[in-house]
Nanobody, 119 residues
Framework: QVQLVESGGGLVQAGGSVRLSCAASGRTFSTSRMGWFRQAPGKEREFVASITWNGLSINYADSVKGRFTISRDNAKSTVYLQMNSLKPEDTAVYYC????????????WGQGAQVTVSS
């Protein structure tokens, strides 16, 4: 079992920055990739970014490339999402997720962190 807890959400003005953190606990050694997803009101959940355990494979959604940065600290079992140059359309609940070594899907999810970008 893997448990994920997000933190760092809040209200920010357009153009500002927010850093989200996701702390993992449990069978973290079985995690192959961690990622961030988001869901805006009335919309489907969408992929934002992901990173492998060694940090050598990183992917971003086109909508956030150049603005968001995903990273991880294995010693702390934590993944981060640095969000810069925020836009109102970035407003959503952001979810941390993880998948096992033998799965191609994300099977572990955090509770979500609200990020609201004003103006």
């Amino acid at each position: 079992q893997v448990q994920l807890v997000e933190s760092g959400g809040g209200l920010v003005q357009a153009g500002g920055s927010v850093r989200l953190s996701c702390a993992a606990s449990g069978r973290t050694f079985s995690t192959s990739r961690m990622g961030w997803f988001r869901q805006a009101p009335g919309k489907e959940r969408e992929f934002v970014a992901s990173i492998t355990w060694n940090g050598l494979s990183i992917n971003y959604a086109d909508s956030v490339k150049g603005r968001f940065t995903i990273s991880r600290d294995n010693a702390k079992s934590t993944v981060y999402l640095q969000m810069n140059s925020l836009k109102p359309e970035d407003t959503a609940v952001y979810y941390c997720a993880a998948r096992s070594l033998t799965s191609s899907q994300y099977t572990y999810w955090g509770q979500g962190a609200q990020v609201t970008v004003s103006s």
